[in-house]
């Protein structure tokens, strides 16, 4: 990500204001606003195909999912930071802010090759800090693979590959085919 000059030092009210309007999609860290770049058509399939399945499984239930505009908030080391996730799962209460949430049980990126290294490094080791976290998810676009790190288990790697296989999320009691996950996205199916 690169910080834009015009975005530097902002308050974090000025963010979120700006972010309503703004035609770009920015991630803060600590006063800075980062541009974030757009999605490829397999990033956004399989955004989509988690979001709606984990909607269809949480429905009538306290959780709920967002998908790409939502906002996760975190404070560390004394700076407010703001990710989009890819997808989150939040469940609770105290999580009433329109803007952002701060207290999600499950975050989900795609990685993609401008944002794996961030995804994998920066992001995880800034998520692992909230509380309320119980797995973090990294989806490949590139194969059918994902790594789940689960709370648990001391955030240990578990890789899961192959179209047989499953995402499992016990925090949720959700389990989704790797071959429904990737529908529409990998011709290898």
């Known amino acids: 990500m690169q910080a834009a000059e015009q975005l530097h030092n902002?308050?974090?009210?000025?963010?979120?204001?700006?972010?309503?309007?703004?035609?770009?999609?920015?991630?803060?860290i600590g006063g800075v606003a980062y541009a974030m770049a757009g999605a490829s058509d397999e990033h956004i399939a399989l955004c989509m195909n988690l979001?709606?399945?984990l909607r269809n499984h949480l429905r009538g239930g306290p959780?709920?999912?967002?998908?790409?505009?939502?906002k996760v908030r975190l404070l560390l080391a004394n700076q407010d930071i703001l990710y989009?996730?890819?997808?989150?799962?939040?469940?609770?209460?105290?999580?009433?802010?329109?803007?952002?949430?701060r207290y999600p049980k499950v975050l989900i990126e795609v990685l993609s090759e401008s944002t794996e290294g961030?995804?994998?490094?920066?992001?995880?080791?800034?998520?692992?800090?909230i509380e309320t976290l119980e797995e973090y998810v990294l989806v490949a676009q590139d194969g059918i693979e994902?790594?789940?790190?689960?709370?648990?288990q001391n955030w240990a790697a578990e890789l899961v590959r192959g179209s047989e296989q499953?995402?499992?999320?016990?925090s949720i009691h959700f389990k989704l085919p790797l071959r429904s996950l990737y529908e529409g996205v990998l011709t290898q199916l």
Do not use: N, W
Request: net charge neutral; proline share 4%.
């Open 51 to 53: 979001a709606f399945a």
């Open 63 to 70: 959780c709920r999912v967002q998908m790409s505009e939502g």
């Open 166 to 170: 499953f995402l499992v999320v016990p």
């Open 118 to 129: 961030i995804d994998r490094r920066e992001k995880f080791l800034s998520y692992r800090q």
């Open 10 to 28: 902002l308050s974090v009210e000025d963010y979120l204001a700006g972010e309503q309007t703004s035609a770009v999609r920015h991630e803060y």
């Open 146 to 152: 994902v790594t789940v790190f689960r709370r648990a």
């Open 84 to 101: 989009y996730p890819d997808v989150m799962v939040f469940c609770d209460p105290r999580d009433t802010d329109r803007y952002f949430k």
